[in-house]
């Protein structure tokens, strides 16, 4: 079970962090991604990282968000900087067994999703 944190509204250059917190001892084994889907448009990948931490982004958001995981704690956060107005969306973490998919059809597992909503 995959629980997103509660996103939030940010003024565009600000920061936001969210975190995905996954219950169950084998969480360090799964890859964990998040997606993203704006009003009217389909769901897209923006990050993942994979069991052994190994990461990928999608070119939109490549030098403003890291993500990053703590197997102690069983959580993935997504820290988000540089925040635009097009980041605007329902936010997304998902989690599977294989590798850094950017599909989502590769992700079994999914959290609820969190909104963030970034003003101009």
């Known amino acids: 079970q995959l629980q997103a944190s509660e996103g939030g509204l940010v003024q565009a250059g600000g920061s936001l962090r969210l975190s995905c917190a996954a219950s169950g001892r084998t969480f360090r084994s799964y890859a964990v991604g998040w997606f993203r889907q704006a009003p009217e448009k389909e769901r897209e990948f923006v990050s993942a990282i994979s069991w052994n931490s190994g990461t990928y982004y999608a070119d939109s958001v490549k030098g403003r968000f890291t993500i990053s995981r703590d197997n102690a704690k069983n959580t993935v956060y997504l820290q988000m900087n540089s925040l635009k107005p097009e980041d605007t969306a329902v936010y997304y973490c998902?989690?599977?067994?294989?590798?850094?998919?950017?599909?989502?059809?590769?992700?079994?597992?999914w959290g609820q999703g969190t909104q963030v909503t970034v003003s101009s």
């Open positions: 998902a989690a599977d067994l294989s590798g850094l998919g950017s599909r989502d059809y590769e992700y079994r597992y």
